[in-house]
């Protein structure tokens, strides 16, 4: 005896928007690219009405020839009083690294914080939250709620 599956839109529909977020293509990041030493709209709050989003792969590191940006890097530098914000694309990246930001203290009252993220110009946000994780569980909570009822 063959089972029978029926279609069912309430569930399906969701997990179709839950797979369709969760893909990333093959292209290049794209990250805002920088300096508030240089131009203080890259400091925070961040105003990108005088940027424009790099495409990562575009950039090359001598020291790196072969290596794909993966990331994209917001670095807050704190040297005695004054702050500095750079926006940059990051090559390597760690598992830590890519989910939080970091914070390294160094001598003469220096203080470093490293936000790393992966999707296109998020390293625009004032942290690392990444918003993509807040919409699959959006809907993944509304898929459960449409199921229920």
């Given at each position: 005896?063959?089972?029978?599956?029926?279609?069912?839109?309430?569930?399906w529909?969701?997990?179709l928007?839950?797979f369709?977020?969760?893909?990333?293509?093959?292209?290049?990041?794209?990250?805002?690219?920088?300096?508030?030493?240089?131009?203080?709209?890259c400091a925070?709050p961040?105003?990108?009405?005088?940027?424009?989003?790099?495409?990562?792969?575009?950039?090359?590191?001598?020291?790196f020839?072969?290596q794909k940006?993966s990331?994209?890097?917001?670095?807050?530098?704190?040297?005695?009083?004054?702050?500095?914000f750079?926006?940059?694309c990051?090559?390597?990246?760690?598992?830590?690294?890519?989910t939080?930001?970091?914070?390294?203290?160094?001598t003469?009252?220096?203080?470093?914080?490293?936000?790393?993220c992966?999707?296109?110009?998020?390293?625009?946000?004032?942290?690392?939250?990444?918003?993509s994780?807040?919409?699959?569980?959006?809907?993944?909570?509304l898929s459960?709620?449409?199921?229920?009822?």
């Amino acid at each position: 005896m063959a089972a029978h599956l029926s279609f069912r839109p309430k569930l399906w529909v969701p997990l179709l928007f839950t797979f369709a977020f969760t893909i990333h293509s093959g292209t290049a990041i794209k990250c805002w690219d920088c300096n508030s030493h240089y131009d203080r709209n890259c400091a925070d709050p961040f105003r990108n009405a005088t940027f424009a989003l790099t495409d990562c792969d575009q950039k090359n590191l001598d020291h790196f020839p072969q290596q794909k940006a993966s990331v994209c890097r917001k670095i807050i530098q704190k040297v005695r009083d004054d702050y500095r914000f750079v926006r940059t694309c990051g090559w390597l990246s760690s598992e830590k690294e890519s989910t939080d930001c970091f914070k390294r203290a160094g001598t003469f009252n220096v203080l470093v914080q490293y936000c790393s993220c992966d999707t296109d110009g998020c390293n625009a946000a004032p942290s690392s939250i990444q918003y993509s994780w807040i919409g699959l569980l959006a809907v993944v909570v509304l898929s459960t709620l449409m199921v229920v009822k």
